[in-house]
């Protein structure tokens, strides 16, 4: 893991910008685990919100040439959570995901007061993105409505997480638990890579 | 990075090969000749420093079982007769070519048991994998021996260090490879992220599961399959597992179907374990050992 230099955002405080593989994905979950507990964040959230970004950082290793890079921010409700790997869409990506969205009325393994947390439309990037790094990927997905999972059609399902994958889909059931965890769960794949943002609504410190 | 880990009190810089402990299975891999001396000195310190046997492999055709042998008598002069050992390997490659895994596999079982009758606590095993190499890297044969070699580790009498020439194997030989050893150590910093034991009722675990140990770990649970009921997989000072890593735990449960298994684990791993459905195999107990 090596961590990256970045001019302080404006709008959000940039709590951890690093660039990762597969032997450093455990050095990124000690540092969220200092960070994050440093602007706030307690158990049990704690736990879970690293849990989720362990599976995506595994895939980013896994599916996307090995390497990635992540930032972590607070906003003012949330800790939000970009990876963003090098690795192209695979080729079979045609799932269209505008059908059904069962992850978005569930309230996920935190109970009933994930639903008393800010609303989804509000949550992903809420003007408070840290500038730089992603240069060149092309936001398709700032919300989980149907137009913009429409726009994001081409992505595959193994990506999207929104169902229940079958056992022995390893990739398919990171997202589906990351969906699980947090509040939102924001996939876009470009040519250049898939960046899932994940937000976390926590009781944390304002910056 | 080195200078806010340190802050934090995450890093360690120590010699990741020189802490390894009787029960370690761990890769390193190695851009220079020297870098992979290193790792043979390194270990052999270690070794004998412990009172361990030391058996370093290197490739038969390279000429470095000489070159090393030299080196080594220098390097370690404490050594006992005998007590370190270079072993050429690769020219008893079977008939057609192919690499000999099951009988390196067999070999090294037998280095084992011959150091515990010599009287030796302990036998350290450092190899330079391109005895493995024959033309293009067969990669799933390779992932298939470093996988199986893990049960040579369980019962804690040997120390495995397979180093790997980043200039002879590309990088995704090299994380496939590495994700069948419980852990990756380098010159400098910490020792594996897994470690394990095997009892005679179950499988004791300390460290971390995550994709870089992925395979290594589903071939350290697969052995819960054979063990008569009940089962105990002690998990208490497993600090993180994920999602593949769970599901891999619930999938052994699952095969020994009538016999209870039962997971000791923290907070973090038992959620883990009912995100991917542990709840869904009946002989599968999950207890919590930190309330």
């Known amino acids: 893991m090596v961590e990256l230099a970045l001019p302080h955002p404006s709008g959000s405080n940039l709590v951890l910008a690093c660039a990762f593989d597969l032997h450093s994905i455990a050095a990124v979950r000690h540092a969220i685990l200092s960070r994050a507990s440093g602007v706030g964040l307690g158990e049990p959230h704690l736990s879970d919100f690293i ?88 936001v398709e997905g700032g919300s989980p ?16 997480g929104h169902h229940r994958p079958p056992p022995a889909a390893e990739g398919g059931r990171g997202l589906w638990l990351a969906r699980r965890l947090c509040d939102t769960v924001t996939i876009t794949a470009t040519a250049a890579g898939t960046r899932v943002v994940l937000a976390f609504s926590a009781h944390l410190r304002h910056p | 990075m080195r200078r806010l880990l340190a802050e934090e009190g995450e890093a360690a810089m120590t010699d990741g090969r020189a802490t390894l402990e009787l029960g370690d299975h761990v890769c390193a891999s190695y851009a220079t000749d020297r870098e992979r001396r290193d790792g043979f000195t390194v270990v052999a310190r270690a070794g004998v420093r412990d009172g361990h046997k030391v058996l370093c492999f290197v490739e038969a055709s390279s000429g470095m079982p000489a070159a090393l042998g030299g080196w080594l008598a ?31 596999i067999d070999g090294l ?99 971390e599961v995550d994709a870089s140990n992925r395979r290594a770990f589903s071939a350290i649970v697969s052995r819960l399959s054979t063990l008569p009921a009940p089962a105990t997989l002690d998990a208490t000072d497993l600090r993180f597992i994920d999602a593949a890593g769970a ?18 684990c923290p907070r973090g791993v038992a959620q883990m374990l009912r995100l991917v459905g542990a709840a869904q195999v009946p002989d599968l107990v999950v207890e919590r050992s930190d309330v």
């Open chain 1, 51 to 138: 849990l989720a970004v362990n599976e995506v950082t595994s895939n980013a290793v896994r599916h996307g040439g090995g390497k990635g890079r992540l930032r972590l921010w607070q906003t003012v409700v949330n800790l939000v959570c970009e990876v963003v790997d090098d690795g192209a869409v695979p080729a079979s990506s045609t799932a269209d995901l505008a059908a059904s969205d069962p992850g978005a009325s569930d309230p996920g393994p935190r109970g009933p007061a994930a639903d008393a947390r800010a609303p989804a439309e509000a949550v992903p990037l809420d003007g408070a993105v840290p500038p730089g790094l992603d240069a060149g990927l092309v």
């Open chain 2, 74 to 104: 220098g390097a370690v002069p404490a050594a006992g007769p005998g007590q370190v050992r270079v072993q050429a390997v690769g020219d008893g490659a079977a008939a057609g070519g192919r690499v000999d895994y099951l009988g390196m």
């Open chain 1, 145 to 160: 409505d149907v137009d913009s999972d429409a726009r994001v059609a081409a992505r595959s399902e193994r990506m999207s």
């Open chain 2, 109 to 207: 079982a037998e280095e084992i048991n011959r150091a515990m009758r010599e009287g030796y606590p302990g036998i350290r095993l450092v190899g330079d994998m391109a005895w493995t190499l024959r033309g293009d890297v067969d990669t799933e044969a390779l992932v298939d021996y470093e996988a199986a070699a893990n049960e040579l580790f369980g019962d804690g009498r040997a120390v495995g260090l397979c180093q790997y020439d980043l200039r002879r194997f590309d990088g995704a030989t090299l994380r496939a490879v590495a994700a069948a050893h419980p852990g990756m150590v380098t010159g400098r910093g910490d020792g594996p992220l897994l470690r394990f034991a095997f009892a005679p009722r179950g499988i004791t675990l300390v460290g």
């Open chain 2, 247 to 264: 599901a891999a735990i619930v999938a052994v449960a699952a095969v020994r179907a009538g016999r209870q298994t039962v997971v000791r």
